[in-house]
């Protein structure tokens, strides 16, 4: 490999834990090795780097003589317990001998979903990238229930990617990147995808079924949110040797996926994946064009149906007639005070309720199209 200078200068590293297990459930540490020297090569290159990495559960399964998944929500965050502390003992042994401190930092959904939680988990990963310190993140899965659970690491380096404002993500897997079927039923690498629509994602999930592959799901989900808040996504083999040094280098690995062409400000990429939604909001067709083709706000007058249970300043979701989602914002109306005025102009707000906050529902500046 021609060495190169990095193309990158801040990048999110999503480490499975096939990679770190071989497969198994044991933490190999001949992998964890190999990825370490690549990262502390890039930061001794001026590279800023964060790490999302799996393997608590399958590394406290082996210290608790475990043969397979637990089953129960209290064993497996009991599992998380134990295991989390011997991955990071592993981590830290082999960042030591470049002389590079880690930090280990655990998130949950409601870090991400408080706007205040979520400002202090920037600020804090970015004093340590700051003062040269590898933070190596993953979900608090002792604490984290349903309710509270962001769902995969898939998600969370996407997450964490937007949280800082990193500028590529990079998901390592045990396959070579996103494959297709072709009309022979061989399947197909797909080098670039430049737009995650429809039948990017009936490709990939018609694909999965034929390898019996699970994961690229969540894969591409997280692809999409990065790419959509202008962060590059690339997922590639992390058993290849030198991946992240090549993929940060330039060289083309993987299965690479280009910027979106509307780019989320800072305020909205929180909007669009941070809160978790506390209500929904129906609207007629006039209204879906007036948000996604004019740029307007919500009003009143466009609202067919409310559900949920909100107050003023929470999130809730925008759905169409046909109850598809298309955004997401912070109302300015309780749910008790839309269903009194939807469907009603909005000179007829302070009429029906005897005060009106604000002309919108949901103002422009609190929106954000998803789709």
Not at 85 to 97: G, N, T
Not at 189 to 211: H, P, T
Request: hydrophobic share 40%.
């Amino acid at each position: 490999m021609k060495e190169k200078k990095p193309i990158f200068k801040r990048i999110v590293i999503k480490i499975g834990t096939k990679i770190l297990t071989g497969g198994g459930f044991k933490l190999d540490e001949r992998e964890i090795q190999s990825v370490v020297k690549q990262v502390a090569k890039l930061r001794r290159e001026g590279v800023e780097i964060v790490i999302v990495s799996s393997g608590a559960i399958a590394s406290g399964m082996s210290l608790l003589g475990l043969k397979s998944r637990p089953g129960s929500l209290p064993m497996l965050q009991a599992t998380a317990a134990v295991g989390q502390i011997q991955l990071m003992k592993v981590y830290e042994h082999y960042f030591q001998k470049d002389e590079i401190t880690i930090a280990q930092i655990l998130l949950t959904k409601d870090n991400l979903s408080d706007r205040r939680q979520y400002l202090i988990a920037k600020n804090t990963l970015l004093s340590l990238l700051h003062r040269r310190v590898i933070p190596i993140v993953n979900e608090n899965d002792t604490v984290a229930t349903n309710e509270i659970k962001i769902g995969d690491n898939d998600k969370l380096s996407a997450l964490v990617a937007n949280l800082i404002s990193s500028d590529c993500l990079i998901i390592l897997t045990d396959v070579d990147g996103l494959y297709s079927i072709d009309k022979d039923g061989k399947r197909v690498k797909i080098d670039i995808v430049r737009k995650i629509d429809k039948a990017i994602k009936d490709m990939v999930y018609k694909s999965e079924e034929v390898l019996s592959r699970g994961g690229m799901k969540t894969k591409l989900e997280a692809a999409e949110i990065a790419t959509s808040s202008g962060i590059q996504c690339i997922i590639a083999n992390g058993r290849k040797k030198d991946v992240l040094l090549k993929i940060t280098y330039g060289y083309e690995v993987g299965t690479r996926f280009t910027l979106s062409k509307s780019r989320l400000k800072e305020r909205k990429k929180w909007i669009a994946f941070g809160p978790k939604a506390k209500g929904k909001i129906y609207v007629d067709q006039g209204a879906k064009d007036a948000l996604k083709y004019r740029g307007k706000s919500l009003l009143s007058a466009g609202i067919l149906k409310i559900e949920g249970d909100f107050s003023y300043g929470d999130m809730v979701v925008v759905l169409d007639e046909k109850g598809e989602t298309f955004a997401r914002g912070l109302t300015n109306y309780s749910k008790d005070e839309l269903e009194k005025i939807k469907g009603l102009k909005t000179d007829m707000i302070r009429e029906k309720l005897g005060y009106k906050y604000y002309d919108e529902i949901i103002h422009r500046d609190n929106l954000v199209i998803l789709k």
